[in-house]
Structures are given as C-alpha cells and as structure tokens.
C-alpha cells in the first residue's frame, strides 16, 4: 500500500510558475512508476506525466511537452512536476499517482492522491 500526498498547488498568472509535488508513504517508493494526472471542471482526468522507478525514462503530454518536467528523488521518497509557461489551459486538479508496473505507457494506476488545485489567471 501506498499513500501519496501532493502540495505545491496555487494561483499563479499566465507566464508562471509553480512546483507540485508529491510525498509517498512506503519503503517500496523506487518500485513504483510514478505519474501526474490532471482534471479540468467538466473534463476527464487526462495524463500529464510520468517517469520511470529509476528515473530513466520519461513521458509527457504534447499539451505540456517542453513547459514541464518530472522528477524524483527515491532517497526521499518525493516525485515533483515542475511546471514553467503555465497557461490558462493548465487549470486543473493534479493527482499524483504510483503504479507498480514498469512501464510510463501505462494510464491506469494502483495508488492516487488527493489532488491539489492550479488555478492559471489570464
């Protein structure tokens, strides 16, 4: 069992930015395929990214491709999303989420946070 506590979220203006992250519970964190997910009012939740147990590898969507970065530290059991040029369009909910799989193709994950609100202003 995982549990997996986000904080970082805010309201910043269009142009800024923020960074999320998220603390997970567990001695097996370098295990777990981690991943950040987002949902917009009236939206389904879509996929943002993902990295590796290792942090070799990892994905991101063409939405936010070359605006945000993934990361984690296996020693302190944190994965964070760093999140520069934010847009309007960012405004989301974000969850963190740990998969026990290998792979950062994968959309479907075992363990979810609560979410943490971005708010992007105009």
């Known amino acids: 069992q995982v549990q997996l506590v986000e904080s970082g979220g805010g309201l910043v203006q269009a142009g800024g930015s923020l960074r999320l992250s998220c603390a997970a519970s567990?001695?097996?964190?370098?295990?777990?395929?981690m991943g950040w997910f987002r949902q917009a009012p009236g939206k389904e939740r879509e996929f943002v990214a993902a990295?590796?147990?290792?942090?070799?590898?990892?994905r991101y969507a063409d939405s936010v491709k070359g605006r945000f970065t993934i990361s984690r530290d296996n020693a302190k059991n944190t994965v964070d999303l760093q999140m520069n040029s934010l847009k309007p369009q960012d405004t989301a909910v974000y969850y963190c989420?740990?998969?026990?799989?290998?792979?950062?193709?994968?959309?479907?994950?075992?363990?979810w946070g609560q979410g943490t609100q971005v708010t992007v202003s105009s």
């Open positions: 990295i590796s147990y290792s942090g070799s590898s990892t």
């Open positions: 567990g001695r097996t964190f370098s295990r777990y395929t």
């Open positions: 989420a740990a998969d026990r799989g290998v792979s950062v193709y994968k959309l479907i994950y075992d363990y």
